[in-house]
């Protein structure tokens, strides 16, 4: 972290104040879906119980020597992100549990992390691969 992005956060924390919720990792699998709709009402539902999510977690399995499959997987993840940047969560955790060949997912990941960036989230992938 360079002492520019440390010094910023730093000046936001000092004028900062706690807060009464309580942070919460939730499952992907457990959306029922990634529509900004759903997002949106969950979020508010989220609020008004005194949770603010905090970490989404997911699972992904490239388990196919397959273009279309991996990158069908790399869309469905994209989505996750997208959700997790809604909703308020600085962090996506990908928990990858197959990896047909690395050659085609490692970069269906970098282009995840760039992508998690834009949306302001911090991805960390655990796993037979790393980002």
């Given at each position: 972290?360079?002492?520019?992005?440390?010094?910023?956060?730093?000046?936001?924390?000092?004028?900062?104040?706690?807060?009464?919720?309580?942070?919460?990792?939730?499952?992907?699998?457990?959306?029922?879906?990634?529509?900004?709709s759903?997002?949106?009402?969950?979020?508010?539902?989220?609020?008004?119980?005194?949770?603010?999510?905090?970490?989404?977690?997911?699972?992904?399995?490239?388990?196919?020597?397959?273009?279309?499959?991996?990158?069908?997987?790399?869309?469905?993840?994209?989505?996750?992100?997208?959700?997790?940047?809604?909703?308020?969560?600085?962090?996506v955790?990908?928990?990858?549990?197959?990896?047909?060949?690395?050659?085609?997912?490692?970069?269906?990941?970098?282009?995840?992390?760039e992508?998690?960036?834009?949306?302001?989230?911090?991805?960390?992938?655990?796993?037979?691969?790393?980002?």
């Amino acid at each position: 972290m360079s002492t520019t992005a440390a010094s910023r956060v730093e000046r936001a924390v000092a004028a900062s104040s706690p807060a009464d919720v309580e942070p919460v990792t939730l499952t992907a699998s457990a959306l029922e879906s990634t529509a900004p709709s759903y997002l949106r009402d969950l979020k508010s539902e989220l609020a008004a119980e005194g949770y603010q999510p905090a970490t989404l977690r997911a699972e992904a399995r490239f388990g196919e020597d397959c273009s279309i499959e991996t990158q069908r997987e790399a869309d469905r993840l994209r989505d996750i992100v997208r959700a997790a940047s809604f909703l308020g969560a600085g962090r996506v955790t990908v928990d990858v549990t197959a990896v047909a060949d690395e050659s085609r997912v490692e970069p269906a990941l970098s282009a995840l992390e760039e992508r998690a960036q834009r949306e302001g989230v911090s991805l960390s992938v655990e796993g037979p691969v790393a980002v």
